[in-house]
């Protein structure tokens, strides 16, 4: 337990770094992404909605504080972005999936490496919509560009997500088989 939670705090502080460093060096089109939640997507399907919250306050918590760039945005979005995409793609619980085939549905779930990417797809759907929204609220005339530069934000972070899982989920234990008791 302490060896997860210590390993998913060093992931933590990485994703912070990262987001803070890095996507400018690497943007597309002058776009940057957003790597922090797309870290916050493989947590979410790879260890369950407990480190996906933990992760997403402390990743919103240190943006906002060294890096603010609109009040409490980050703090605020962050974690409701990566618990929204949580509570659609982690896994279900073994009593979840008993109910679903009682009732006679279908009790299946997709592939953890395909939900990690539509996990991050809707949290930054939503993030950039509502920063979208937020902008449009301040006064701006939102034009093609913005939305453009929002479609293409969104899919460089799934993108990124996407790659990033299989390092990440092996570094954080995920792939270990649990022993039998």
Same mark, same amino acid.
């Given at each position: 337990?302490?060896? #997860?939670?210590?390993?998913?705090?060093?992931?933590?502080?990485?994703?912070?770094? =990262? +987001? %803070?460093?890095?996507?400018?060096?690497?943007? *597309?089109?002058?776009?940057?992404?957003?790597? %922090? /939640? %797309?870290?916050?997507?493989?947590?979410?399907?790879?260890? !369950?909605?407990?480190?996906?919250?933990?992760?997403?306050?402390?990743? !919103?918590? /240190?943006?906002?504080?060294? &890096?603010?760039?609109?009040?409490?945005?980050? =703090?605020?979005?962050?974690?409701? $972005?990566?618990? *929204? !995409?949580?509570?659609?793609?982690?896994?279900?619980?073994?009593?979840? =999936?008993?109910?679903?085939?009682?009732?006679?549905?279908?009790?299946?779930? =997709?592939?953890?490496?395909?939900?990690?990417?539509? $996990?991050? *797809?809707?949290?930054?759907?939503?993030?950039?919509?509502?920063? /979208?929204?937020?902008?449009?609220?301040?006064?701006?005339?939102?034009? !093609? *560009?913005?939305? &453009? +530069?929002?479609?293409?934000?969104?899919?460089?972070?799934?993108?990124?997500?996407?790659?990033? +899982?299989?390092?990440?989920?092996?570094?954080?234990?995920?792939? #270990?088989?649990?022993?039998?008791?």
């Amino acid at each position: 337990m302490f060896g #997860k939670l210590f390993k998913v705090g060093i992931y933590t502080l990485l994703a912070y770094l =990262l +987001q %803070a460093t890095v996507p400018f060096h690497i943007a *597309l089109w002058e776009v940057a992404p957003n790597i %922090a /939640l %797309a870290m916050v997507a493989v947590v979410s399907i790879g260890l !369950g909605r407990k480190y996906t919250f933990l992760m997403s306050l402390t990743v !919103g918590y /240190l943006l906002e504080i060294m &890096l603010p760039v609109l009040d409490y945005i980050s =703090l605020i979005l962050y974690p409701v $972005c990566a618990m *929204l !995409g949580a509570l659609v793609f982690s896994d279900k619980s073994e009593r979840k =999936l008993e109910e679903e085939r009682s009732t006679g549905r279908r009790a299946k779930m =997709l592939d953890p490496h395909l939900r990690t990417p539509l $996990c991050a *797809l809707l949290s930054m759907f939503v993030f950039k919509t509502v920063n /979208l929204m937020y902008i449009y609220l301040s006064g701006v005339t939102l034009t !093609g *560009l913005h939305i &453009l +530069q929002a479609f293409i934000d969104t899919g460089y972070s799934t993108a990124i997500a996407a790659v990033i +899982q299989f390092p990440a989920r092996w570094w954080l234990g995920v792939y #270990k088989i649990k022993k039998a008791r």
